[in-house]
């Protein structure tokens, strides 16, 4: 069965520390993963994307994500936190039956000044 | 960043009554998604709809759940007897075609059931 997996409940980070947000996926065929980014009361973001290519990926907000296609995992990463970037991250992987996304339970990221 | 929008963001109903979500998706994107997410859990898929019918439905869209595009722009999701249990997140999404293309989501709609 494809599923994602997001070890960490919760991620505590100083400002200005580099950030890592791990993502584990397991799905049929060609990985196509995603990150989203969830503010208080806000809707789903889009941050970034691996479909091929480069398995360092850039997205928005200087995050990026590394593909480990061994490790079957998708780490979000960013060289240096702001506190802005406390949130919830959630990772999914398409299911490449039906285009659904396939969501992790997302990470709940705090950055302290 | 394409926008999508959703309407009411937040629609308060007592257990029974019959609910209309609405999204305003990206115009020329064809493919339409709701998923929810009830409080502090994650989130599920709903339903997929492209071509004027439903792709795929999850085994939670049950037959109190209906989809449609009433006027060609416009998406909605009705309820037609909400529980209390769908309490949730609704959130559209929509995706511009075929392959791995973004999603690109809503700001979501917050029902509460009474």
């Known amino acids: 069965a494809q599923s994602v997996a997001q070890p960490e409940d919760q991620v505590n980070v100083a400002e200005g520390n580099p950030l890592t947000v791990k993502c584990t996926y397991s799905?049929?065929?060609?990985?196509?993963l995603f990150w989203y980014v969830q503010y208080p009361n806000r809707g789903l973001q889009f941050l970034l994307k691996?479909?091929?290519?480069d398995n360092l990926v850039k997205g928005s907000y200087g995050f990026e994500a590394e593909f480990n296609k061994s490790q079957t995992s998708f780490h979000l990463k960013k060289p240096s936190a702001l506190v802005s970037d406390s949130a919830l991250y959630f990772c999914a992987v398409r299911d490449n039956s039906n285009y659904q996304l396939i969501w992790g339970a997302g990470t709940k990221l705090i950055i302290k000044p | 960043e394409p926008e999508v929008t959703q309407t009411p963001s937040h629609q308060v109903t007592q257990m029974g009554q019959e609910v209309i979500l609405r999204c305003v998706p990206i115009s020329n994107h064809l493919y339409f998604y709701w998923y929810r997410q009830i409080l502090g859990q994650k989130v599920e898929f709903l339903v997929s709809?492209?071509?004027?019918?439903?792709?795929?439905k999850s085994e939670i869209f049950d037959d109190q759940f209906s989809v449609e595009r009433p006027d060609g722009s416009n998406f909605t999701l009705k309820i037609r007897s909400t529980k209390l249990e769908d309490s949730a997140m609704y959130f559209c999404?929509?995706?511009?075609?075929?392959?791995?293309?973004?999603?690109?989501f809503g700001p979501g709609t917050r029902l509460t059931v009474l």
């Open positions: 799905v049929s065929g060609n990985p196509y």
């Open positions: 709809f492209y071509n004027n019918e439903i792709s795929e």
């Open positions: 999404a929509n995706r511009a075609g075929q392959g791995p293309d973004t999603q690109y």
């Open positions: 691996y479909i091929t290519g």
